[in-house]
Nanobody
Framework: QVQLVESGGGLVQAGGSLRLSCAAS????????MGWFRQAPGKEREFVAA????????YYADSVKGRFTISRDNAKNTVYLKMNSLKPEDTAVYYC?????????????????WGQGTQVTVSS
């Protein structure tokens, strides 16, 4: 069992930056692939970024590629999402997710555990 707690969301102006953190419980964090997803009002939850258990492989949605960076610190049981050049269309609740394998995917149905989400609001 893995419990995930996101933090770092908030209100930022367009062009600004935020760093989201996701703290995980459990001794097997390093064996989980991790992902970030987001859900805007009235829309389905969508893939943002994912990272393999070692951090050697990362994946991004086209909409955030070049602006967002996912990383992890297995010693701290934490995964991060650094978001630069934020746009109003990035406004959403951001969710951290864990997959009980070492290889990440972009499909939300492949993830076993989810955090409660953190709100990111980008003003124009």
């Amino acid at each position: 069992q893995v419990q995930l707690v996101e933090s770092g969301g908030g209100l930022v102006q367009a062009g600004g930056s935020l760093r989201l953190s996701c703290a995980a419980s459990g001794r097997t964090f390093s064996s989980y692939a991790m992902g970030w997803f987001r859900q805007a009002p009235g829309k389905e939850r969508e893939f943002v970024a994912a990272i393999s258990w070692s951090g050697s492989s990362t994946y991004y949605a086209d909409s955030v590629k070049g602006r967002f960076t996912i990383s992890r610190d297995n010693a701290k049981n934490t995964v991060y999402l650094k978001m630069n050049s934020l746009k109003p269309e990035d406004t959403a609740v951001y969710y951290c997710a864990a997959r009980a394998t070492m290889t990440p995917t972009i499909s939300r149905t492949d993830y076993n555990y989810w955090g409660q989400g953190t709100q990111v609001t980008v003003s124009s």
